[in-house]
Structures are given as structure tokens and as C-alpha cells.
């Protein structure tokens, strides 16, 4: 059992670059999120799904598009990165009905 | 403007002390506190969680203390450990069970 799977665990971009970070969880879970945590920050909703083909957004989505198109997979876009965006990304997923999030491994993004 | 504030930032204990994480929130529909335990590198993983019609939940050396008239709430990690040595977050849960507020986390040192 794999639970959340993130790619790439690590990734260095220019500014202005674009890339896809991946996201999949093999436990059926209907509810999927992407959180950045920065230091001092916690951990702040960026989008989240409810199930395929819905999504919304949360916290700070501004330069972040998302999309679910199946259940497992949920991948987080940065269509133009900014340094601003130098985090580290969490991927979580959980059932619906259920309580607390299961947590990826996380994917370290530095930008300059 | 935070949701969830958490105090302190970072924490020095002796091993065999309790160490106390305090949490504050203000949105009284909150509606589901989990702690999550985070280790350098990996994601955030659930420690225990309480909902506020409940004073306290214990699991092990871990306790969660509640007060809903102050919307106040606290981890208690009791006879603490350098195994304990970690990133600790303090969570809420709002509207539609999907979006979870963080606290800016507790980075504890538990010293041998």
C-alpha cells in the first residue's frame, strides 16, 4: 500500500519556467489537497478536490492551476514559476466521511 | 490573517519532561482539531486528534487538552522523548469537512 505518492521529491526551476508536480494516492480517497509549508507559515491550502472533476481553491492559489480527471491522480501546476514559489509542496488525500489527511512525502521546489 | 495560532515556535525539553504545545482559533464552526507529527524530510503524519464536544482525548503519552469557551486547545506529550524530537502542527477543520487551517508549527528538541 503506497498511500500518496509525490514526484519529483525534488526540483530546482528558472523564473518563468513551467512544470507539473505529480500527485497520486492508491486509497480510493475521494478528497485530495495541496498545501505549501513555509517556514514560520505552517501549512496553507493551495487547492483542493472533492472528487474527480471538481476542484476548488483554497488559501493561496494565485499562480497554481490544478485539474482531477481520475480519482488517483491529482497534479499541481505552475504555469510560470516565481521565487515566490520556492517551497516545499505537500500532496494529502482522505476518504469521504473521513477525518484527518494523509500526507505525501512532500516535493522540495527552489526557483531562481 | 492566521486561522490557527500556535505558540510556541520551537521548544527545548530534558528527556522525561512533558512538553506543551498551545494552540488558539477563532471560528467557533470549527469542528475537528487534529495534531499531526512531522519528521525532517517527510510529510506531516496524524498523532491524535479531539473534537470539541470532548475535554481531553489521551493516546499514550500523547494528550490533547480543550477549552471550547476559549477556543483554546493543547498537545501534552508526556515523560518526552528524544524520539519525540520533532515539527509539531496544530490543525482545525472548516466548512464542508475539507479544508483544514494550520497552525505555523512547533519545531520540539527533546534532549537527551
Known amino acids: 500500500n503506497a498511500g500518496v505518492t509525490q514526484t519529483p521529491k525534488f526540483q530546482v526551476l528558472k523564473t518563468g519556467q513551467s512544470m507539473t508536480l505529480q500527485c497520486a494516492q492508491d486509497?480510493?480517497?475521494?478528497?485530495m489537497s495541496w498545501y505549501r509549508q513555509d517556514p514560520g507559515m505552517g501549512l496553507r491550502l493551495i487547492h483542493y478536490?472533492?472528487?474527480?472533476?471538481?476542484?476548488d481553491q483554497g488559501e493561496v492559489p494565485n499562480g497554481y492551476n490544478v485539474s482531477r480527471s481520475t480519482t488517483e491522480d491529482f497534479p499541481l501546476r505552475l504555469l510560470s514559476a516565481a521565487p515566490s514559489q520556492t517551497s516545499v509542496y505537500f500532496c494529502?488525500?482522505?476518504?469521504?466521511?473521513?477525518?484527518?489527511?494523509?500526507f505525501g512525502s512532500g516535493t522540495r521546489l527552489t526557483v531562481v | 490573517q492566521q486561522q490557527v495560532k500556535q505558540s510556541p515556535q520551537s521548544l527545548i525539553v530534558q528527556k522525561g519532561g512533558i512538553s506543551i504545545i498551545n494552540c488558539a482559533y477563532e471560528?467557533?464552526?470549527?469542528?475537528?482539531f487534529p495534531w499531526y507529527q512531522q519528521f525532517p524530510g517527510k510529510g506531516p503524519a496524524l498523532l491524535i486528534a479531539?473534537?470539541?464536544?470532548?475535554s481531553e482525548k489521551k493516546e499514550g503519552r500523547f494528550t490533547i487538552s480543550f477549552n471550547k469557551s476559549a477556543k483554546q486547545f493543547s498537545l501534552h506529550i508526556m515523560d518526552s522523548q528524544p524520539g519525540d524530537s520533532a515539527t509539531y502542527f496544530c490543525?482545525?477543520?472548516?466548512?464542508?469537512?475539507?479544508?483544514?487551517?494550520f497552525g505555523s508549527g512547533t519545531k520540539l528538541n527533546v534532549k537527551p
Open positions: 494529502a488525500s482522505k476518504r469521504q466521511g473521513g477525518d484527518g489527511y494523509t
Open positions: 486509497m480510493n480517497h475521494e478528497y
Open positions: 478536490s472533492v472528487g474527480a472533476g471538481i476542484t
Open positions: 471560528n467557533t464552526a470549527f469542528d475537528y
Open positions: 479531539i473534537r470539541p464536544d470532548v
Open positions: 490543525a482545525a477543520r472548516g466548512e464542508n469537512f475539507n479544508k483544514f487551517y
